[in-house]
C-alpha cells in the first residue's frame, strides 16, 4: 500500500512539473511554430513579467531568458523550421 501512495506521489510529481512549464503555442492558433518563436525571441531579455504579461515566460519566472528558449526548443515545430 505504501508502494503505491508513494508511485500517486511521483506522478502526481511528475504531472506538476509538465504542466509548469508554459504552452509554448504562443499565438495560440493551435500549432507550434516558427511563429512562436519569433513572439518568444521578441520577448527574450524582458524582466517586467511579474507585472506585465510576457507570452515567452514559458516557466513563470517573471522573465524571458535562455531557461524559456531551453523550454520551448523541447517543444517540435509543425512548421519545419528549426528553434535557432
Ligand atoms: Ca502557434
Ligand atoms: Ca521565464
Not at 503555442?25 to 520577448?43: C, E, H, M, P, Q
Not at 511579474?50 to 531551453?70: F, S
Amino acid at each position: 500500500m505504501k508502494h503505491l501512495l508513494l508511485a500517486s506521489l511521483l506522478a502526481l510529481t511528475f504531472i506538476a512539473a509538465a504542466q509548469a512549464a508554459g504552452n509554448p503555442d504562443l499565438d495560440r492558433d493551435g500549432t507550434i511554430t516558427s511563429a512562436d518563436l519569433a513572439l518568444l525571441k521578441a520577448d527574450l531579455g524582458r524582466t517586467d513579467c511579474a507585472r506585465n504579461q510576457c507570452d515567452g515566460d514559458l516557466n513563470d519566472d517573471g522573465k524571458v531568458d535562455l531557461k524559456d528558449l531551453g523550454l520551448f526548443r523541447q517543444s517540435k515545430l509543425t512548421d519545419g523550421q528549426n528553434t535557432k
